[in-house]
């Protein structure tokens, strides 16, 4: 369920430098410190985040990444997707592995992830978002029991200013709902790359589809779909807390709400059906 206030693990990695230049080196220290100690030989579990011109935020994203207590060994694997700002230089500091991927396209640098992972299983994630402490264990719980291929977690946003806390929990709480339906028979439909996991070997015999230019998570939880079932992490403690940018873009709180209302229900047939076939694509969408 959804919060109405930010938790304090999360209120720990709000960063809010305006500049690199501006980041103390103790901050940098500290980070590339709890990756250091958490480097394994044999990583049962991959991390996999990727990121386009991110300097502003993968920060809070590494410091979440870093603060993270696990049972199982685990590896942290960032995907810089040819940026041109100096997102680099963050990773190189904070000491987490890193991949070039100079080929554009989120598909790309998945793709770049998946190729480079050791772990048995592979979950994914974005550069404007954070993790909680417990992130990886709630996660396996899941995705480790018999007949489960995959999982998927619910995503809270922060405020930034343009939207307060209050009127994005409220979204959040519709939003829940309408995963939830949909992850009855659609859960392609339902998960995002920023709160996803799958098994490994499956990832890679499947691959991540780069011919396209959004939606290559919902195309690869259909195809994992073949194999077993994807399983909705409904766990408070599992929440991931990303940027609430997407949410900017369309305006005012209202039209926010109005516009996702009417889209959900004009396919709300969907969420009681199984797809057939592919996973469906418009001439826009292709690369």
């Given at each position: 369920?959804?919060?109405?206030?930010?938790?304090?693990?999360v209120?720990?990695?709000?960063?809010?430098?305006?500049?690199?230049?501006?980041?103390?080196?103790?901050?940098?220290?500290?980070?590339?410190?709890?990756?250091?100690?958490?480097?394994?030989?044999?990583?049962?579990v991959?991390?996999?985040?990727?990121?386009?011109?991110?300097?502003?935020?993968?920060?809070?994203?590494?410091?979440?990444?870093?603060a993270?207590?696990?049972?199982?060994?685990?590896?942290?694997?960032?995907?810089?997707?040819?940026?041109?700002?100096?997102?680099?230089?963050?990773?190189?500091?904070?000491?987490?592995?890193?991949?070039?991927?100079?080929?554009?396209?989120?598909?790309?640098?998945?793709?770049?992830?998946?190729?480079?992972?050791?772990?048995?299983?592979?979950?994914?994630?974005?550069?404007?978002?954070?993790?909680?402490?417990?992130?990886?264990?709630?996660?396996?719980?899941?995705?480790?029991?018999?007949?489960?291929?995959?999982?998927?977690g619910?995503?809270?946003?922060?405020?930034?200013g343009?939207?307060?806390?209050?009127?994005?929990?409220?979204?959040?709480f519709?939003?829940?709902?309408?995963?939830?339906?949909?992850?009855?028979?659609?859960?392609?439909?339902?998960?995002?790359?920023?709160s996803?996991?799958?098994?490994?070997?499956?990832g890679?015999?499947?691959?991540?589809r780069?011919?396209?230019?959004?939606?290559?998570?919902?195309?690869m939880?259909?195809?994992l779909?073949?194999?077993?079932?994807?399983?909705?992490?409904?766990?408070?403690?599992?929440?991931?807390?990303?940027?609430?940018?997407?949410?900017?873009?369309?305006?005012?709180?209202?039209?926010?709400?109005?516009?996702?209302?009417?889209?959900e229900l004009?396919?709300?047939k969907?969420?009681?059906?199984?797809?057939?076939?592919?996973?469906?694509?418009?001439?826009?969408?292709?690369?």
């Amino acid at each position: 369920m959804a919060s109405l206030v930010i938790p304090n693990y999360v209120k720990k990695h709000l960063y809010t430098y305006e500049s690199v230049d501006d980041i103390p080196c103790e901050v940098f220290d500290r980070i590339a410190l709890e990756f250091d100690a958490k480097t394994y030989k044999r990583p049962i579990v991959s991390i996999v985040i990727i990121a386009y011109n991110e300097e502003k935020t993968i920060l809070r994203t590494l410091s979440s990444l870093a603060a993270i207590k696990s049972s199982y060994p685990f590896e942290v694997i960032v995907v810089n997707n040819n940026s041109t700002d100096r997102t680099q230089e963050i990773l190189d500091k904070c000491g987490v592995k890193s991949v070039f991927q100079a080929r554009q396209g989120v598909g790309f640098a998945r793709q770049a992830g998946l190729e480079e992972a050791r772990g048995i299983y592979h979950l994914c994630g974005d550069a404007d978002t954070i993790y909680p402490p417990d992130y990886i264990d709630i996660m396996m719980k899941y995705l480790r029991k018999p007949g489960v291929v995959a999982v998927f977690g619910h995503v809270s946003f922060i405020p930034d200013g343009k939207k307060s806390r209050f009127l994005l929990g409220m979204y959040e709480f519709f939003k829940d709902f309408v995963v939830m339906l949909r992850a009855i028979n659609r859960p392609e439909l339902s998960l995002g790359g920023a709160s996803f996991g799958f098994v490994t070997g499956l990832g890679k015999k499947i691959g991540w589809r780069t011919d396209i230019k959004r939606g290559e998570d919902g195309s690869m939880a259909l195809a994992l779909k073949k194999y077993g079932k994807i399983k909705r992490v409904n766990i408070p403690q599992a929440r991931v807390w990303t940027s609430a940018r997407t949410l900017d873009a369309d305006g005012n709180y209202f039209f926010m709400i109005m516009k996702r209302v009417l889209r959900e229900l004009k396919r709300i047939k969907e969420y009681f059906t199984v797809q057939k076939g592919g996973y469906e694509m418009n001439e826009q969408n292709m690369i």
